[in-house]
């Protein structure tokens, strides 16, 4: 059986039936893989093995998400615990208070009467073996008493330990060999409990003392953790971290309520060093009982959240209030980076950190987009639409000889887009190593919310924008320079695609993991397309390109109007251009309509511009031109006054009407062609617009073919006024059969039907 097969089968049962089998106390790991494999080719092995170990990750990575999503439970288990943990330590040392009180007063009358009893002993001069070993063991005991008050005295901690030791194992080798009296016995017992308690408390009071460290303080935690006070042993040593630490708090705080970098840095590193030896001394001491490590987690809980309010309040309040996004980044990287080295030690503190400076991050993002987008405002207000290199990359252009001339070109902005740009750039570099917080959705968003009012504003230094209305100041006068000539117009385009199409998603690339944004950077050059495959960031480019689409519309819509409407707001593309033809008694000089030779000339100019300005995108240069050009015929195929006036006016359309339009569109054609900005969409209208026009004849009860000459004869016609108004030709000296359709229909008197469908 194949692993294919195996699968295709387990895939058949429930996942309960599937896990039943390994539930089984029985299951035998060894017996059910050698089943699995023992048919198995070696491919299919090695596809088996590739599974477990993508499985191994997913489990592990789910382990990890479960102990974050449950930490926060667990903290606050691990408080509760702590807590009742302190409880039963001060009801023990309640009870090892009057327990020692109780043994003092037994301790007292033990000692009378074994004084009498000595005294009684000397003066009878009773002898034996057994009175004899009893006088021994007090004199031992009377010694070892005064011995190790001195050793207490003295801390000489190792020897008053060993001296307890040698107690505790007298009065357990007097339970079987019973030489003391129980009297003595217990006098015996009372006094090694106070006598450890001492040493105990002298343990503890060594520990709170700021030269304690080091070796020094497990020493002396471990001393009490064997004298058999371990929860107080861990909890001492905490302390003693503790105070090590708001003394260094208190000497590296400054006086002033603004901590710089350094002083972040020293600080941060203070906090969770510390943390670390504490983690380090309590595992040296204490392993890993549950116990003790629950105490551990709670305690350095506590002082990271201290350590996060303390920053919170010097450092990111006042940075997020005045929109310092970099001081606020720089303070969260440097703790997170310290933070992150405790995480070996099983102590993941980042979430706390991530809960307390995360608002304070947020609040200065926002402000920082607003500044970003008050400050382009500001400068495209002054903005003089002239496009030039950024003095630093006209730096860098300088000494890299290698950069190409249209590489070069692509760097000239205007200068309120330079400031967007850098701006930009700089909030990207800002945002992008705050991975944790998870931002870059918003910051993408923000900047896309940038961009679209800096095309708002584009727009509305368009000349006789509509959108000019809403940006009036209370004097009336507009706030922003316009574009009044076309050079200043197209540059307005070239701000927006070149931020669009480049500058902006480069600068999301800082939003990326550094491995991925490498390999995205290292694309080679004409395939910047390749940028916006990270499925995060193609959605934002395209709302990016979608805003630019909006400037180009206005731009084409406007010029267009220009050219369509006069200053009095007459249209100058009205149907009497052709209705008003064959009313003539002379045949008409045929050549395009003035109007489609300012169109032709128009265009002329932009191409020449863009050439220029938009090196290395020519392709938005060209759907500029083949975007204008559709706005006018598209402007006449949907003008309903046009084609009444045309289909149903007093005046019908006549055959030379007919011609010239045809003309017209035919002259279109040609220099969107030559062009290269002549659109499948706009040849269908230009071929429904004729389409309209030869019935609107036919309907007059005339054969519009008849009187239509070869489509050769539009074509040179064309060609010809496209010569004269670029200056490579005159009207002299065409001739005159060329510019006569009479001529041209002598020769083919009828166009067919077919000829003029194949348009």
């Known amino acids: 059986m194949s692993i294919g097969d195996v699968s295709e089968l387990e895939s058949n049962l429930t996942l309960s039936d599937r896990l039943k089998q ?33 499985l191994r990750k997913a489990s592990a990575e789910e382990m990890r998400k479960s102990v974050y999503a449950n930490y926060t439970a667990f903290i606050r288990t691990s408080k509760e615990i702590t807590i009742l943990e302190g409880e039963l330590l001060s009801m023990r040392n309640h009870l090892s208070t009057q327990a020692a009180l109780v043994h003092g007063l037994a301790e007292v009358t033990i000692l009378d009467s074994l004084t009498t009893g000595a005294y009684e002993l000397e003066e009878e001069k009773v002898s034996g073996v057994k009175s004899t070993k009893l006088n021994k063991t007090e004199k031992w005991f009377i010694k070892f008493e005064e011995n190790l008050e001195v050793l207490l005295a003295e801390k000489r901690v190792d020897e008053a330990m060993a001296a307890l030791d040698e107690g505790e194992q007298v009065a357990q080798e007097d339970k079987t060999k019973q030489s003391l009296s129980p009297d003595a016995l217990l006098r015996l017992k009372n006094a090694l409990t106070l006598l450890r308690q001492k040493l105990v408390d002298q343990l503890a009071e060594t520990t709170c003392q700021p030269f304690t460290r080091g070796a020094e303080l497990r020493s002396a935690v471990s001393s009490i953790k064997n004298l058999g006070d371990g929860p107080r042993a861990h909890t001492l040593l905490l302390n003693s971290h503790q105070q090590r630490l708001q003394r260094g708090l208190q000497v590296l705080r400054p006086s002033t309520n603004s901590y710089g970098g350094a002083t972040t840095s020293s600080l941060s590193q203070l906090v969770f060093s510390t943390i670390a030896q504490a983690a380090s001394d ?29 920053l919170k309040r010097h450092v990111l309040a006042s940075s997020a209030a005045a929109g310092g996004l970099r001081v606020a980044t720089e303070c969260v990287q440097i703790c997170l980076g310290h933070c992150a080295l405790l995480e070996s030690r099983g102590l993941a503190l980042s979430p706390i950190l991530m809960r307390h400076f995360r608002p304070c991050v947020e609040l200065a993002f926002s402000a920082t987009l607003k500044r970003i987008e008050h400050s382009t405002a500001a400068l495209a207000a002054a903005d003089d639409w002239e496009l030039s290199y950024a003095p630093a990359d006209a730096r860098s252009i300088s000494s890299t000889s290698s950069l190409s001339s249209a590489s070069m070109s692509q760097a000239k902005l205007s200068s309120s887009a330079h400031k967007l740009n850098s701006m930009v750039k700089a909030f990207m570099e800002d945002v992008g190593p705050l991975e944790d917080l998870q931002l870059d959705g918003p910051a993408l968003e ?32 507009k706030i922003l320079n316009m574009a009044e000539s076309e050079s200043q117009q197209l540059a307005l385009l070239a701000n927006a695609s070149l931020l669009a199409d480049e500058l902006l998603p480069r600068a999301a690339l800082k939003l990326l993991p550094l491995s991925q944004a490498n390999r995205v950077d290292a694309t080679p050059k004409g395939t910047s397309d390749r940028q916006s495959r990270v499925p995060e960031q193609r959605e934002w480019k395209r709302k990016l390109q979608r805003s630019v689409e909006r400037l180009r ?25 052709y209705l008003s033809m064959d009313g003539q008694t002379e045949e008409p000089e045929w050549f395009p309509s003035p109007i489609f030779q300012e169109l032709f000339e128009k265009l002329t100019t932009m191409a020449t511009i863009a050439t220029d300005m938009f090196v290395g995108r020519e392709r938005f240069a060209t759907l500029l031109l083949m975007r204008q050009t559709e706005t006018v015929i598209l402007w006449l195929s949907d003008d309903q006054s046009f084609w009444e006036e045309i289909e149903q006016g007093p005046t019908p359309l006549g055959p030379l009407g007919l011609q010239q ?9 040609i220099f969107a062609s030559e062009g290269r900005y002549l659109s499948r969409n706009l040849q269908q209208v230009i071929k429904n617009i004729i389409e309209r026009a030869i019935d609107a004849v036919a309907a007059t009860g005339i054969d519009p073919y008849s009187v239509l000459p070869e489509d050769d004869w539009f074509a040179e016609v064309a060609q010809i006024a496209i010569k004269m108004l670029t200056g490579k030709g005159n009207y ?3 001739e005159g059969d060329v510019l006569s359709p009479t001529a041209a229909a002598s020769a083919a008197p009828v166009v067919s039907q077919g000829s003029n469908q194949g348009l």
Not at 26 to 37: D, G, H, M, R, T
Not at 289 to 296: F, G, M, R, T, V
Request: hydrophobic fraction near 40%; aromatic fraction near 10%.
């Open 22 to 54: 390994f539930k089984s106390s029985q299951f035998n790991p060894e017996a059910y893989l050698q089943s699995k494999c023992n048919n198995m080719t070696e491919k299919e092995i090695k596809h088996a093995c590739s599974n477990l170990l993508e």
């Open 282 to 310: 309590s595992l040296a001491v204490f392993g890993e009982e549950p116990a003790y490590s629950s105490e551990l987690v709670t305690w350095a809980v506590k002082q990271t959240e201290a350590f996060a309010l303390l």
């Open 446 to 477: 923000g900047v896309l919310q940038i961009f679209n009012s800096y095309v708002n504003l584009l727009i509305s230094a368009l000349p006789n924008s509509m959108e000019n209305e809403e940006h009036l100041d209370g004097s009336g006068s």
């Open 553 to 577: 519309d206005s731009f084409c819509r406007q010029h267009a109007l220009d050219l369509i409407f006069t200053v009095d707001g007459d249209i100058r593309l009205n149907a009497e251009i």
């Open 661 to 669: 339009l045809y003309l017209d569109m035919e002259f279109v054609i």
């Open 732 to 734: 002299s000296s065409m």
